[in-house]
């Protein structure tokens, strides 16, 4: 009972808004108080200084049942454990922030915070130059003051990156922590989820937050959700291995975190859901509809890729013949195609090299269905004569290629791809027309369901045929395997076998290999 009342005429002579200017002087309740009060006062101011939680129970029960019940309307004190994690972190705070940026936040870190603190700095500034109430001298002042920011020691920066990087890092495990617990904050569709963790840097709309908001420079790779010819090349997997794991996991900026941890995969998919809603042309053929490139048959989904294709002859006459390939989309459906052989021979015991027949080509998709898992493309190509007839590179007349291509990707990732087409030469004397059917089977498989390094094996079998008389149709076999390289999985290798399977007289077996850049997806220096 005494302490109680001790509290209360410690609460009457204090000001709880800010500092007391009490004294024994001015006090007239202590003047009046018996000693024994002042005594049991005083002990309790030195109880009171010390901190209740590390005092017996009785001491840390009453001290909340005054501060946190009564005055802050508090129903119920925290765990004792995570008191004790406050009072820790208050004490080595700094010092653990420290080795935390030490370990976590490299240069690169560094400049991004830079940009974000100079972003907001540019921002306020412009506001307060904005104020028409404030004086010539008061803004002068706020000038001054503005520039001394900029004066500041390394050390208050690092000071200010150690709050600034443990700031963020409680604000999101906050907030996304919350997140995960979608029916506690009624985060239910993707679009909810998207505003409350992802509009704050991709904007309300999915173009972007203006810089002077999101307080950092964008990325050359940042996203603008609304244009299709950027977002429909990618898969819906590609996109979840960003969100899960963050953006160093393709290869791309340390700006986008990582959210694996705070929404289940279930709402990552929703919001992914959500974020292809932002393209609203449907005629875009899907990402997930461009299936792994086969060495031989040509594919039918459009690309913005190069291609460097080898084969060399490892049984039979020794050759080796190169490609060069550029292909390039236009457009919402076609594509444009270059090819610059280039051939090496040992003819007679000398060699000999050149380039082929270049070719020029443009393949147009007719029909894609992601629902159904199927596309279906035309391509019209001419062959120019580039190459020597006498040397064999090349066929000494000009030649029309066409083709159909149909591919079709099922659940399980196992897909079927099928190329049937012509070549008609202008001059039939010089060069026979010609019927060829290629088709590739494989099945692509990725760690982590899916999000992981890619790999494809195929085989392909290869039918070509003149078009004369007792011609026969050659048959080859073609077993492959297609694995991703970079982490963006934009630089990927093949390496097979291709093996003749009838009329194999003067028909060497190759080994054959390529490497392809999507130069679409970025750099060739970047995403590894």
């Not at 005054?66 to 802050?72: D, N, Q, T, V």
């Not at 700094?94 to 976590?104: D, H, I, L, M, S």
């Not at 130059?129 to 900029?150: C, H, I, K, P, V």
């Not at 190509?381 to 090349?394: E, H």
């Amino acid at each position: 009972m005494r302490l109680k009342l001790v509290l209360l005429v410690h609460v009457r002579s204090t000001n709880l808004t800010g500092p007391t200017e009490c004294s024994f002087s001015k006090c007239a309740e202590m003047r009046k108080a018996p000693v024994d009060t002042i005594k049991t006062y005083l002990r309790w101011q030195l109880i009171n200084a010390t901190r209740a939680h590390v005092l017996p129970t009785t001491f840390d029960n009453d001290k909340f049942d005054f501060y946190g019940r009564k005055l802050r309307g508090q129903p119920e004190q925290r765990a004792r454990w995570k008191r004790c994690v406050n009072v820790t972190d208050a004490a080595l705070g700094e010092a653990v922030g420290e080795v935390y940026v030490k370990q976590e936040f490299p240069s690169s870190g560094k400049k991004a915070s830079l940009e974000m603190v100079r972003g907001i700095e540019a921002a306020m500034d412009q506001d307060i130059d904005s104020l028409n109430w404030m004086s010539e001298a008061t803004d002068q002042a706020g000038y001054e003051n503005r520039m001394f920011r900029e004066k500041r020691s390394y050390h208050l920066f690092r000071a200010a990156a150690v709050a600034a990087a443990l700031l963020v890092l409680a604000v999101t495990e906050s907030a996304l922590g919350q997140a995960h617990d979608a029916a506690s904050l009624h985060l239910q569709s993707g679009e909810q989820i998207f505003k409350a963790a992802c509009a704050a840097c991709h904007g309300p709309n999915g173009k972007g937050m203006p810089k002077a908001i999101a307080g950092f420079e964008p990325p050359r790779t940042f996203p603008d959700f609304t244009e299709c010819s950027q977002t429909t090349p990618e898969d819906n997997a590609a996109w979840k291995a960003v969100i899960t794991h963050g953006g160093p996991k393709r290869g791309f900026s340390q700006i986008m975190p990582s959210f694996g941890q705070a929404l289940s995969s279930e709402e990552i998919d929703k919001v992914i859901g959500y974020l292809r809603g932002f393209c609203h042309e449907p005629k875009w053929p899907r990402g997930e509809l461009n299936l792994p490139r086969a060495l031989v048959t040509e594919k039918a989904y459009p690309e913005d890729e190069v291609v460097l294709s080898t084969a060399v002859n490892a049984r039979g006459a020794p050759g080796v013949e190169s490609h060069i390939i550029h292909e390039q989309r236009f457009g919402v459906r076609n594509q444009i195609e270059v090819d610059v052989p280039v051939a090496f021979a040992d003819q007679n015991h000398t060699w000999y090299g050149g380039i082929g027949d270049t070719t020029l080509g443009v393949k147009r998709v007719m029909f894609s269905s992601l629902s159904s898992g199927s596309i279906f493309s035309l391509q019209g190509s001419v062959l120019l004569p580039t190459g020597s007839r006498a040397r064999s590179f090349g066929s000494g007349t000009t030649t029309f290629e066409t083709f159909a291509a149909f591919d079709q990707v099922f659940r399980s990732n196992t897909f079927v791809q099928t190329q049937f087409g012509a070549d008609l030469p202008r001059h039939t004397d010089i060069a026979p027309q010609s019927l060829f059917f290629n088709t590739a089977l494989g099945k692509s498989f990725a760690g982590e369901h899916g999000l992981d390094r890619f790999w494809s094996p195929m085989v392909e079998f290869l039918a070509d045929r003149d078009l004369v008389d007792h011609a026969k149709t050659d048959w080859d076999i073609l077993p492959q395997m297609q694995v991703t390289l970079s982490k963006r999985q934009h630089v990927r290798a093949n390496l097979g076998v291709r093996v003749p399977v009838s009329n194999t007289a003067g028909r060497p077996i190759q080994v054959m290999f390529y490497v392809l850049w999507d130069w679409q997806d970025g750099r060739l220096n970047e995403g590894w």
